[in-house]
């Protein structure tokens, strides 16, 4: 079975700094997917960046960029120029590759609470 | 357009109570997941509807919790008989196509006293 797990429970982060949210997982598939998402308080979870591991580059989107280390089942998130309005909970997420039934639910880790100082 | 919502957002129940959540998915999403997170833990998976059908039940902890999608619409999962260990949160989640992003509704929490 996958598992997904990360170690940093809370990260902390000043405005306008860089952090990096760390990500392990173990599955013994060569293709799937990763994710990140981001919970606000009291808000609907959404998809920050998504990485197909086909792939050998790096996903970006706008200041998140992902580090994808496929031998080390490494999947770490960086947020470049952080804003009060990142502070979330962020969760990494695995999905196995499509093919067979419900291959389209995710197995999370623990999350990781974001604090951002002003 | 609608996201996927979720009532009630808190709800909180004595032991042996029922308690029914429910999640109006993204109109047109097929695909309906639940998880549930246990406070401090990851989210889990509990069952996947694909339309109106449970094509994956294998995270339901046991026979007291009943998930029902009548008519592919809108889901409602039910704790019967409530018990401690279900605090926590339950999320709904919905797609177009199981290959395709998952959007997630706000949750509800579930307290069990």
């Known amino acids: 079975a996958q598992t997904v797990t990360q170690s940093q429970p809370e990260m902390s982060v000043q405005e306008a700094e860089t952090v990096t949210l760390s990500c392990t997982y173990d599955?013994?598939?060569?293709?799937?997917?990763l994710f990140w998402y981001k919970q606000p308080p009291s808000r609907q979870m959404i998809l920050v960046i998504r990485?197909?591991?086909?792939?050998?580059q790096n996903a970006t989107e706008n200041r998140f960029s992902v580090n994808f280390q496929k031998a080390a089942k490494s999947f770490s998130l960086k947020i470049s120029d952080s804003q009060l309005g990142d502070a979330a909970m962020y969760f990494c997420?695995?999905?196995?590759?499509?093919?067979?039934?419900?291959?389209?639910?995710?197995?999370f880790g623990q999350g990781t609470i974001l604090t951002v100082h002003p | 357009e609608a996201g996927v919502t979720q009532f009630p957002s808190h709800s909180v129940i004595e032991k042996g109570q029922t308690v029914t959540l429910r999640c109006d998915p993204i109109?047109?999403?097929?695909?309906l997941y639940w998880y549930r997170r246990v406070m401090g833990k990851e989210i889990k998976f509990l069952l996947h509807?694909?339309?109106?059908?449970?094509?994956?039940e294998s995270g339901m902890p046991n026979n007291r919790f009943l998930a029902e999608r009548t008519g592919g619409t809108y889901s409602t999962l039910k704790v019967q008989p409530a018990e401690l260990e279900d605090s926590g949160v339950y999320f709904c989640?919905?797609?177009?196509?199981?290959?395709?992003?998952?959007?997630f509704g706000q949750g509800t929490r579930l307290t069990v006293v």
């Open positions: 989640a919905s797609s177009p196509r199981q290959i395709a992003e998952a959007f």
């Open positions: 599955t013994s598939e060569s293709d799937y997917y």
């Open positions: 990485q197909e591991a086909y792939k050998q």
């Open positions: 997420a695995y999905r196995r590759p499509a093919g067979g039934t419900s291959y389209g639910k995710l197995t």
């Open positions: 109109s047109g999403h097929d695909n």
């Open positions: 509807f694909v339309k109106e059908s449970k094509q994956d």
